[in-house]
């Protein structure tokens, strides 16, 4: 069973940058379609950022240009770049991975992904 530990949350003032990590264990890494959502305090979780096996990206609107999702086979790890950060992105942030034939309209659904890490938080000062 695929284990997902994010890393790399923190506190950071607006327009600062952060680099959040996922570490994968126990399945094939490369294997997997790979994503990161999002969940702010009495909002449900949203979708962030996906890339698949092939390395396929996909954002969402509120992040696109700001965000920048990869992965590195390599290391079992999965990154999402952050930068120009708003006050609007904090939330504890999740990764998580689907192991199924890749829908890209199916992506921004939580139901999409198989496994999911514990999270992490990061919080945007203004």
């Known amino acids: 069973q695929l284990q997902l530990v994010e890393s790399g949350g923190g506190l950071v003032q607006a327009g600062g940058s952060l680099r959040l990590s996922c570490a994968a264990s126990?399945?094939?890494?490369?294997?997997?379609?790979m994503g990161w959502f999002r969940q702010a305090p009495g909002r449900e979780r949203e979708f962030v950022a996906a890339?698949?096996?092939?390395?396929?990206?996909y954002y969402a609107d509120s992040v696109k240009g700001r965000f920048t999702i990869s992965r590195d086979s390599a290391k079992n790890t999965l990154y999402l770049q952050m930068n120009s950060l708003k006050p609007e992105d904090t939330a504890v942030y999740y990764c998580?991975?689907?192991?199924?034939?890749?829908?890209?309209?199916?992506?921004?659904?939580?139901?999409?992904?198989?496994?999911w890490g514990q999270g992490t938080q990061v919080t945007v000062s203004s």
């Open positions: 998580a991975a689907d192991r199924g034939p890749w829908r890209s309209d199916l992506r921004g659904l939580t139901t999409t992904y198989d496994y």
């Open positions: 126990g399945g094939t890494f490369s294997s997997y379609n």
């Open positions: 890339i698949t096996r092939s390395g396929t990206t």
